[in-house]
């Protein structure tokens, strides 16, 4: 038999095996957590910024990230504190876990800064990251988009790069801890809304 349709039969009976897989597994410092895979999972996105588009999940959810890739919050809790005035996740809610919604501060209808968690524009349009080329194109909501997909199991070509862009945020650290008394989240409100945006927490700091 050919041998490209003995492959294409074993990917199709191994899709729809990996597909009803569904076990659990605690978290480290997050108590238990529903986790969805211990094998490769692929998902398939259709929502309004990308149609069509199919990867794979091949690490548990939460662990096994990149050991220089150590985010201080996790995007439920990032989306539970108020990001990206509200307005990031409301059409792609289906991709990831119901959990990380039912706390979500949400703007569906315009981004809204108010209810950002330090009550701040901390954002630049999306335009502007495509001008400068840091949209990848698997991901073209951007870094956060990148770091729920990563989060969840996903890794792909652009985490070396996304990686990097997270730890350049530490100059933001620096600036605060240099010039904020400790404990003021009034002081630098904007870089810590920022920063909080890279999944660190400026409450720690």
């Known amino acids: 038999m050919d041998l490209s349709i003995i492959l294409s039969a074993t990917w199709v009976t191994w899709v729809a095996t990996i597909k009803s897989a569904e076990v659990y597994h605690p978290l480290p410092n997050?108590?238990?957590?529903?986790?969805?895979?211990?094998?490769?999972?692929?998902?398939?996105?259709?929502?309004?910024?990308?149609?069509?588009?199919?990867?794979?999940?091949?690490?548990?959810?939460?662990?096994?990230?990149?050991?220089?890739?150590?985010?201080?919050?996790?995007?439920?809790e990032l989306?539970?504190?108020?990001?990206?005035?509200?307005?990031?996740?409301?059409?792609?809610?289906?991709?990831?876990?119901?959990?990380?919604?039912?706390?979500a501060i949400l703007s569906p209808k315009r981004c809204n800064p108010k209810l950002n968690y330090f009550g701040i524009d901390a954002s630049t349009p999306l335009s502007y990251w495509r001008e400068k080329g840091w949209i990848y194109h698997e991901d073209p909501r951007g870094w956060f988009q990148w770091y729920c997909r990563y989060y969840m199991g996903r890794r792909c070509p652009d985490d070396e790069r996304q990686i990097k862009r997270w730890k350049a945020m530490t100059?933001?650290?620096?600036?605060?801890?240099?010039?904020?008394?400790?404990?003021?989240?009034n002081c630098r409100r904007r870089q810590r809304q920022a920063l909080l945006h890279w999944a660190y927490d400026s409450r720690k700091f």
Not at 90 to 98: A, K, L, N, V, Y
Not at 173 to 181: D, E, L, M, V, Y
């Open 30 to 76: 997050r108590g238990k957590a529903r986790e969805m895979h211990t094998i490769p999972i692929l998902i398939t996105v259709n929502d309004k910024m990308q149609s069509g588009y199919s990867y794979l999940r091949t690490e548990p959810v939460g662990v096994n990230f990149h050991p220089e890739f150590k985010p201080q919050l996790t995007p439920a």
């Open 79 to 103: 989306l539970s504190m108020g990001v990206f005035g509200g307005k990031y996740m409301t059409d792609c809610q289906e991709e990831f876990p119901e959990e990380w919604f039912l706390n």
């Open 171 to 185: 100059r933001h650290i620096a600036q605060i801890t240099r010039n904020c008394p400790q404990g003021d989240l």
